[in-house]
């Protein structure tokens, strides 16, 4: 056999090695070890990543009951903001409805003091009477064709 010959021949030897033992060097490997060495070995991982689920398992329990009790506050208050905002709608709502009567009884009372002294004196016309329910109900913001209808 020539030299290149044996070259390629260890070469391929050393590639088989490889493959067969995992080791590049020409180390001899380990030898094998027993059924029940790999068992225990197998065994051993098996519990180690059961140990790790278990662990994991706790911790994601933990955080499901802080979540729960967060939901449960954030509940607690919502309710309390929707009871605190329909009261301040009735109350402003009531503050409306008084600011709208007051403003109509001082149109009203604007109204009044500008029509009884003309009823004494002279009679007044129906375009007059007309012309004045319109302000009246345009300052309180009513249509008149509505309340004529």
């Known amino acids: 056999m020539s030299q290149w010959a044996d070259n390629r021949h260890?070469?391929?030897?050393?590639?088989m090695d490889i493959f067969r033992t995992g080791?590049?060097?020409n180390t001899p490997a380990a030898p094998p070890k027993s059924k029940t060495t790999l068992v225990f070995e197998q065994i051993e991982e098996v519990k180690a990543l059961m140990g790790t689920n278990i662990q994991k398992v706790i911790d994601n329990i933990d955080k499901a009951s802080i979540l729960e009790q967060k939901t449960a506050d954030l509940l607690v208050s919502s309710q309390q903001f929707k009871t605190a905002s329909t009261k301040l709608?009735?109350?402003?709502?009531w503050k409306s409805v008084k600011l709208q009567l007051a403003i109509g009884t001082v149109v009203l009372i604007v109204v009044g003091t500008i029509i009884v002294p003309r009823l004494g004196s002279i009679q007044m016309t129906r375009?007059?009477?007309h012309t004045i329910?319109?302000?009246?109900?345009?300052?309180?913001?009513?249509?008149?064709?509505?309340?004529?209808?």
């Open 127 to 129: 375009v007059e009477l």
């Open 133 to 149: 329910f319109s302000w009246t109900c345009q300052m309180i913001h009513i249509s008149p064709t509505k309340i004529g209808s």
């Open 10 to 15: 260890s070469t391929q030897q050393a590639h």
């Open 23 to 25: 080791n590049k060097t």
């Open 89 to 93: 709608k009735r109350q402003m709502w």
